[in-house]
């Protein structure tokens, strides 16, 4: 594994999240008012701690809001089941709206076909938190539980923000991973720039992340059809972004890490359009045991640390939410799938010999 792997690779109710407290004795390194809620490496030294990739520095919560604030559009990249994230990402969101802003809330985890379902939702004169998880089916989705992300939707009702889908309609997504980018119309891939390619090494970047994320049980070349999956819902994501930020007063992206990433996800997509447009990103990284120190996870020359042109503008450790080992449970599933599929073949077979006897 080498340096940077970590990032290449890759709840607290609304009145509780008006600030962070510093840790006495501990520099920078800050946690929320209620405390963490993941429980693994919470006293990893870097726990607690933002680092700025174009400074390489360590800074402040505060220093931290003073540059968010002065974006038009702040993309927040999470591991989708660490509730500390959610936390930290409703954190920014209260940090804005004390700030002035009006930020629309945009949902990577919303499909395009749920937008109607979320508008009427929206224009009900009563609004549970707890009720939009169950309307837009977020469990059944797949999605970790609804409570975890909950912490965003309490402030942003409680604001009165627009929240908006960003992800591709469901129906897209499964004709771009069968047919390819042609799926998408003409049109829409040259307004999403979806026509123009990535440069080698980010392709390259992508693919490999893709390939690590299942696991290296499939070979690269067999993820092409997902990369163009990819970059859709990137683009699509960074389409949702740049509407709102034109309309709103400044637009918040919720979405994975990987999702954030300036040399190949949306914010690549929002300076191929916008070039004028300020963003910035943020990616909330779980602290590893057996990595002590910012550079076990960011690479200079990779990671653009030190430059104009960082892979996110921020990070910001957090303790680590679960143990488990993703990929051996994917393993697990794939050799029962497997397992399933060869007693299939020798039923079939059973069948077929029987089948031919009685012919004879």
């Given at each position: ?106 949902f990577e985890m919303v499909p395009q076909d749920l937008a109607g379902t979320l508008a009427a939702y929206l224009k009900r004169s009563r609004r549970n938190p707890a009720d939009l998880g169950k309307v837009l089916e977020w469990n059944e989705r797949g999605w970790p539980d609804w409570k975890i992300y909950q912490p965003i939707a309490e402030v942003a009702l409680a604001a009165n923000l627009p929240i908006k889908a960003g992800d591709v309609a469901r129906d897209l997504q499964r004709q771009v991973g069968q047919k390819g980018i042609k799926a998408v119309s003409p049109g829409d891939r040259e307004r999403l720039m ?167």
């Amino acid at each position: 594994m080498t340096k940077g792997s970590s990032l290449r690779r890759g709840g607290l109710l609304a009145c509780a999240l008006a600030g962070l407290f510093l840790l006495p004795g501990t520099g920078f390194a800050e946690v929320p008012p209620g405390g963490w809620q993941s429980i693994h490496n919470v006293d990893h030294p870097l726990v607690g701690r933002i680092w700025s990739l174009r400074e390489n520095r360590e800074v402040s919560a505060k220093e931290l809001v003073d540059s968010l604030a002065g974006a038009n559009s702040v993309l927040l990249g999470e591991i989708h089941d660490n509730p500390d994230h959610h936390s930290l990402q409703a954190w920014a969101i209260r940090q804005l709206l004390d700030r002035g802003g009006r930020p629309a809330v945009v949902f990577e985890m919303v499909p395009q076909d749920l937008a109607g379902t979320l508008a009427a939702y929206l224009k009900r004169s009563r609004r549970n938190p707890a009720d939009l998880g169950k309307v837009l089916e977020w469990n059944e989705r797949g999605w970790p539980d609804w409570k975890i992300y909950q912490p965003i939707a309490e402030v942003a009702l409680a604001a009165n923000l627009p929240i908006k889908a960003g992800d591709v309609a469901r129906d897209l997504q499964r004709q771009v991973g069968q047919k390819g980018i042609k799926a998408v119309s003409p049109g829409d891939r040259e307004r999403l720039m979806m026509d123009r390619p990535l440069e080698p090494a980010a392709e390259e970047g992508l693919l490999e992340t893709l390939h690590a994320g299942h696991c290296g049980m499939m070979p690269k070349e067999a993820l092409r059809p997902m990369l163009g999956v990819q970059r859709l819902r990137d683009a699509v994501m960074a389409d949702t972004v740049l509407l709102e930020s034109a309309e709103q007063l400044g637009s918040v992206l919720i979405a994975g890490a990987g999702h954030v990433r300036r040399d190949w996800a949306v914010p690549w997509y929002l300076a191929k359009r916008a070039p004028k447009l300020r963003v910035r990103s943020l990616a909330f990284i779980e602290a590893m045991a057996d990595k002590p120190a910012v550079t076990d996870y960011l690479d200079a020359e990779a990671d653009g640390v030190g430059t104009d042109r960082p892979i996110y503008d921020f990070v910001w450790f957090t303790p680590r939410a679960t143990l488990v080992d993703h990929c051996a449970q994917l393993r697990e599933r794939f050799r029962k799938r497997q397992e399933e599929r060869q007693s299939e073949e020798k039923a079939q077979e059973k069948g077929d010999a029987v089948v031919e006897d009685t012919e004879q």
